[in-house]
T-cell receptor
Framework: NAGVTQTPKFRVLKTGQSMTLLCAQDMNHEYMYWYRQDPGMGLRLIHYSVGEGTTAKGEVPDGYNVSRLKKQNFLLGLESAAPSQTSVYFC?????????????FGPGTRLTVL | DAKTTQPPSMDCAEGRAANLPCNHSTISGNEYVYWYRQIHSQGPQYIIHGLKNNETNEMASLIITEDRKSSTLILPHATLRDTAVYYCIVRGDNAGNMLTFGGGTRLMVKP
C-alpha cells in the first residue's frame, strides 16, 4: 500500500512551457485535492475532485487545469507556466465526505519556473 | 469555515510536554477541530481531531474548551523528531470537505 504518490518529485520549467503533475492513490479514496505551498506559507487549495469524472475549483485555480479520468489518479496541468507558479505542489486524498475522514498527503512536487 | 489563530513559533525542551494553543472563537456547532503537522516541507500529516470532547491517540491529546472557542494540542513527551509546523484547522461539512491551512505554529524541540 503506497498511499499517495506524486510524479515527478522535482521539475524546472521555462516560462511558457507546459507540464502535467500526476497524483496516484491506492486507497480507493473518493476525494482528491491539489494544493500549492509557497515559501513560509500554509497550503492553498487549487482544485479538487469528489469522484471520477468530476472536478471543482479551489481557492487559487487560475492558470491550472485538472482531470480525474480514473478514480485513482488526479492530474494537475499547467498550460503556460509562469514564474508565479514556482511552488511546492501537494496532492491529497480522502475516503468520503464525512467530517471525520482525514486527508492523506503525498510527498510533494517541487516546481521551479524560470 | 471558522478562522484559527496560532502563535507563529514555540520552543520546547526534549522530553517535556509541548502544549500548542489554537484560538477558534467563531467556530460553529458542526465544525470539527483538526490538527496536522508538516515536517521539513514533507506532506502534511494528520495528528488528531475532535468535536467537543477531549481526544487522545498514540500521537497526541486534544483538549477543547467547554465553549469550543479554543483548543490545545499536547505532545506529552516531545522528541527532536516532533520539530515541525503544526496547523490547527477548523472544518465543517463544506462541499469537498476542504481543509483551509493558516500559518501554523513552528515548534522547535531543543535538546
Amino acid at each position: 500500500n503506497a498511499g499517495v504518490t506524486q510524479t515527478p518529485k522535482f521539475r524546472v520549467l521555462k516560462t511558457g512551457q507546459s507540464m502535467t503533475l500526476l497524483c496516484a492513490q491506492d486507497m480507493n479514496h473518493e476525494y482528491m485535492y491539489w494544493y500549492r505551498q509557497d515559501p513560509g506559507m500554509g497550503l492553498r487549495l487549487i482544485h479538487y475532485s469528489v469522484g471520477e469524472g468530476t472536478t471543482a475549483k479551489g481557492e487559487v485555480p487560475d492558470g491550472y487545469n485538472v482531470s480525474r479520468l480514473k478514480k485513482q489518479n488526479f492530474l494537475l496541468g499547467l498550460e503556460s507556466a509562469a514564474p508565479s507558479q514556482t511552488s511546492v505542489y501537494f496532492c491529497a486524498s480522502r475516503l468520503l465526505g464525512l467530517a471525520t475522514d482525514t486527508q492523506y498527503f503525498g510527498p510533494g512536487t517541487r516546481l521551479t519556473v524560470l | 469555515d471558522a478562522k484559527t489563530t496560532q502563535p507563529p513559533s514555540m520552543d520546547c525542551a526534549e522530553g517535556r510536554a509541548a502544549n500548542l494553543p489554537c484560538n477558534h472563537s467563531t467556530i460553529s456547532g458542526n465544525e470539527y477541530v483538526y490538527w496536522y503537522r508538516q515536517i521539513h516541507s514533507q506532506g502534511p500529516q494528520y495528528i488528531i481531531h475532535g468535536l467537543k470532547n477531549n481526544e487522545t491517540n498514540e500521537m497526541a491529546s486534544l483538549i477543547i474548551t467547554e465553549d469550543r472557542k479554543s483548543s490545545t494540542l499536547i505532545l506529552p513527551h516531545a522528541t527532536l523528531r516532533d520539530t515541525a509546523v503544526y496547523y490547527c484547522i477548523v472544518r465543517g461539512d463544506n462541499a469537498g470537505n476542504m481543509l483551509t491551512f493558516g500559518g501554523g505554529t513552528r515548534l522547535m524541540v531543543k535538546p
